[in-house]
C-alpha cells in the first residue's frame, strides 16, 4: 500500500478548495452584473406644480426667429382643409409672401382630394 505524503494529501484538499472558491466568485460577479430594475416614472399626481418652473414666464411681444422681417416670421410649413377655390387663394398668398422673403427657398408642397 502505498503511503501520501505531503504533496499528495494536500492537492485534493486544495483542489476543493480552489473549486469553492472560483464558485464563489462566479457567484459574486452574477450578483455584480445584473443591473438594477429600471426606475418607475412618476405618476401624474407625484408632479409639482407650485414650483417656480411649473409656471414660466411667457413673453407677451415673442422675439422674431431665422427668416423673420419686422412685418412677421415666414410660415415654415402649414396644411388645412378647404374648398379648393378657398385654398388655391390662401396658397397664392402664401407662396409669394415666402417669394418675397426668402426667393432662393426650396418648398415641398403635397395635395390630395379627401371628399366629393
Do not use: C, F, Y
Not at 480552489?18 to 443591473?35: G, S
Not at 422675439?63 to 415666414?74: C, E, I, L, R
Amino acid at each position: 500500500m502505498a503511503r501520501g505524503d505531503q504533496r499528495t494529501g494536500d492537492l485534493p484538499d486544495a483542489l476543493a478548495r480552489t473549486q469553492r472558491e472560483i464558485l464563489a466568485l462566479v457567484k459574486r460577479n452574477r450578483a455584480a452584473a445584473t443591473p438594477p430594475p429600471a426606475p418607475t416614472p412618476p405618476a401624474a399626481g407625484d408632479i409639482s406644480l407650485s414650483t417656480d418652473t411649473s409656471h414660466p414666464p411667457v413673453s407677451e411681444n415673442p422675439q422674431p426667429t431665422g427668416g423673420a422681417t419686422p412685418s412677421g416670421p415666414v410660415k415654415r410649413s402649414g396644411a388645412r382643409k378647404a374648398p379648393v377655390t378657398q385654398a388655391a387663394a390662401v396658397l397664392q398668398a402664401e407662396l409669394a409672401d415666402l417669394l418675397s422673403r426668402e426667393p432662393g427657398a426650396t418648398i415641398e408642397m403635397t395635395w390630395r382630394v379627401v371628399d366629393r
